[in-house]
């Protein structure tokens, strides 16, 4: 368990005065995510209780806290610090730029704020900024560890995953990769990685012409920032000497990774939803199909995409096609409200933006929390230059208000999405790449495709079915849109004890609805009884992974 200390009330005070304080509903997301059992603890409330937690310190302790937190290490505990300054520890640090890119064993992520550590300080140095300051530094105190995170990981989580606000056209880089600058408001245009530093280039050379299908690999964001500042911080968490900390598997069964194809079904005529209906029989995939307004298939089509499995879902439409395809909730709400009666009704839960259009930052959100919308896809790639990770993640991820609205997660999953229509859009070369750094951040591989492209490009059908055939021998499962949002939200209701027996085993329990649940435990510890276990790697360290089969599940040391 993981006790996250938390500063509510000054929270909420800079929150009225419109400053955004990302720290509590940040952390708290980050580690549910992970699948890390967390607890937050309010200064209000005083000195957290003095047990074996170990604990994330997000806001600046007051001085009764910050003393019972250094007493809780000197006894044995663990302690991370990050999103404040963290002299209370004992470490002068100064603040870092509000971006620059931070060495972490040997790759650079980008930091959004923060703050440099002492350059002169005992303990060991994890990571470095730029500038060759100390970024990450643990130290030990008395029996236990104080791990000081210097990047402000929790503006660093929103920043690179909601982006920036869109409001204009974005600047697109010099190379020619990515038009952004094309007059329409895109999620693409909000990209707050750096088009020039955060990209991976695999060995063409610039210019990069855009076109379909490009005859050259073009650079892509080959790295999911954000997917790896979280496995940073769990494995500090995981360091810190305490009780062992169960870690929910991410996905059903212990699978590794997960997958999703969604449709968008922008001509809408029957012909190319029926070539899109085959590709997906014959690769035996159940995908999210997008409907897009004001439609055109027949109604022989919508009800043939229902019955084969597919989840129905709207394709909003803001891109004037017709008079009332304009942005605002009004239009979202009608355009919902169509897309139910062509499918007779039945329940829509999933929205992707036709042309990933986009407007302000958290408005688009709300508006489908309000509508029952449980996922939106719009997050993704509109040119070849984004392609990949533009806002550094492939998990779900609930995003966050801005502070008019207090800061709090949404009701809305926010499923990435890393490119379009394989082959049209991106080589060979480029979709393996992208591939293979969702399954190393053990995240969901998302492929969009339209069926007109499927129609009239054998080989978008080639290059779709060798990633269905990749992610099937990687033990990824396809999942639909709604599948992945039920098991997220049944993941994250999970509630899990660990009690420690003076012989050195440990006692899991685990509340709540089990099915498919695998947890991911130090690799030391094996099931006491006849439970079937296995070593897996996950986020770079190794575990032995349980697939429950019960309510209570006791460890021993192997
Ligand atoms: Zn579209």
Redesign the pocket.
């Known amino acids: 368990m993981i006790r996250i200390i938390t500063d509510v009330k000054a929270a909420d005070a800079a929150r009225g005065e419109g400053r955004d304080v990302w720290s509590g509903p940040a952390a708290a997301e980050a580690l549910a995510i992970l699948g890390v059992p967390a607890t937050v603890h309010d200064l209000a409330d005083g000195p957290p209780p003095a047990d074996e937690a170990t604990v994330l310190v997000v806001d600046e302790p007051d001085e009764g806290t910050a003393a019972a937190l250094l007493g809780h290490a000197e006894r044995g505990g663990g302690l991370v610090v990050c999103g404040h300054d963290p002299g209370w520890t004992g470490l002068a640090a100064s603040p870092a730029p509000a971006e620059a890119l931070v060495d972490v064993g040997g790759q650079r992520l980008r930091a959004f704020g923060g703050w440099a550590l002492p350059a002169t300080g005992t303990g060991a140095v994890h990571a470095r900024w730029a500038d060759e300051r100390p970024a990450i530094v643990t130290t030990t105190r008395g029996r236990g560890t104080i791990a000081v995170v210097g990047p402000d990981l929790w503006h660093t989580l929103v920043r690179i995953t909601q982006g920036h606000p869109v409001e204009r056209d974005g600047t697109p880089p010099a190379d020619g990769s990515a038009p952004v600058d094309d007059g329409l408001l895109k999620t693409d245009d909000g990209i707050a990685l750096s088009w020039t530093e955060d990209r991976t280039t695999l060995g063409d050379a610039p210019p990069y012409p855009h076109e379909y299908p490009p005859t050259r690999s073009l650079p892509f964001f080959g790295t999911a920032h954000a997917d790896r500042w979280r496995e940073v911080l769990l494995g500090l968490l995981l360091d810190a000497r305490a009780t062992p900390i169960p870690v929910v598997a991410p996905w059903p069964d212990g699978a590794p990774a997960a997958a999703h194809v969604s449709h968008?079904s922008?001509m809408n005529d029957d012909p190319s939803a029926r070539a899109a209906l085959d590709a997906f029989a014959a690769a035996g995939v159940p995908v999210t199909w997008c409907f897009?307004y004001p439609g055109g298939y027949s109604q022989a089509v919508y009800d043939e995409v229902v019955a084969a499995g597919h989840e129905p879902a709207l394709?909003y439409n803001a891109m004037l096609d017709t008079p009332d395809c304009t942005w605002g909730f009004d239009r979202l709400r009608d355009q919902l409200a169509w897309a139910t009666r062509q499918v007779r009704g039945a329940r829509i839960v999933t929205n992707k933006n036709?042309?990933t259009r986009w407007e302000g930052w958290d408005e688009f959100y709300l508006w489908c929390e309000r509508l029952g919308l449980r996922v939106d896809q719009s997050h993704g790639p509109s040119v070849q230059g984004a392609i990949g990770f533009p806002f550094g993640t492939c998990h779900p991820h609930h995003p966050l208000t801005a502070a008019a609205h207090g800061n709090r997660p949404v009701d809305v999953l926010d499923l990435p999405l890393q490119t379009q229509d394989l082959w049209l859009t991106c080589t060979d070369e480029v979709r393996d790449a992208f591939i293979d750094e969702a399954l190393r951040r053990h995240g969901v591989v998302h492929l969009l495709f339209?069926g007109q492209h499927l129609q009239h490009h054998a080989e978008v059908r080639a290059s779709f079915a060798a990633a269905v055939q990749r992610l099937r021998s990687a033990g990824a499962a396809f999942h639909t849109s709604a599948a992945l949002a039920d098991w997220s939200q049944r993941r994250r209701a999970l509630r899990i004890t660990t009690t420690t027996a003076g012989d050195g085993g440990v006692t899991i329990t685990v509340d709540g609805d089990r099915d498919g649940v695998a947890l991911l435990l130090p690799p030391h510890l094996v099931p006491a009884g006849a439970e079937p276990y296995e070593h897996v790697e996950r986020y770079g360290r190794r575990f032995t992974q349980v697939v429950l089969a019960g309510w209570t599940l006791r460890l021993v040391a192997a």
Do not use: G, K, M, R
């Open positions: 968008d922008d897009l394709h036709h042309f339209h």
